[in-house]
């Protein structure tokens, strides 16, 4: 079964495109337009990463990393934020797992994160395994 990925952010544009491009690497992909309708999906889906905007109406990229981070049963999802550059802040760079710049070639940076992601994953079951 592929590996899940939750892509929010309000901008269908951004949305389409990093959901394609997860698509295109093997990854099955659900996407909300905001946190609050994040959150509905991860009440009954859990995704094995969490794609997200930090500017969002409704809820914030924040909030929802806020409300995962929050709860046992979705805590351990990795969480890569998409945002402008103008948007981002040391703070809320340290939320997330890995930080994209919009503004930046989102496909490139979004390969890097995906490699680490797996490679974190492959490590955590190779030590569980001994």
Do not use: C, W
């Not at 929010?8 to 992909?29: A, K, P, Q, Y």
Request: aromatic share 4%; hydrophobic share 45%.
């Amino acid at each position: 079964m592929p590996a899940i990925a939750l892509v929010v952010d309000d901008s269908m544009l951004i949305r389409h495109t990093v959901s394609r491009f997860l698509e295109n690497h093997g990854l099955s992909v659900e996407s909300a337009g905001n946190g609050v309708e994040a959150l509905e999906i991860l009440s009954r889906l859990r995704p094995d990463m969490i794609v997200t905007d930090l500017q969002m109406p409704k809820m914030t990229g924040q909030e929802l990393i806020a409300a995962v981070k929050s709860r046992p049963e979705t805590a351990q999802i990795p969480v890569i934020i998409i945002a402008s550059r103008a948007s981002a802040s040391s703070e809320s760079e340290q939320l997330a797992d890995f930080f994209v710049y919009k503004d930046i070639d989102i496909e490139d940076q979004l390969a890097k994160a995906l490699t680490s992601l797996r490679g974190k994953s492959k490590a955590k079951k190779h030590s569980a395994a001994k």
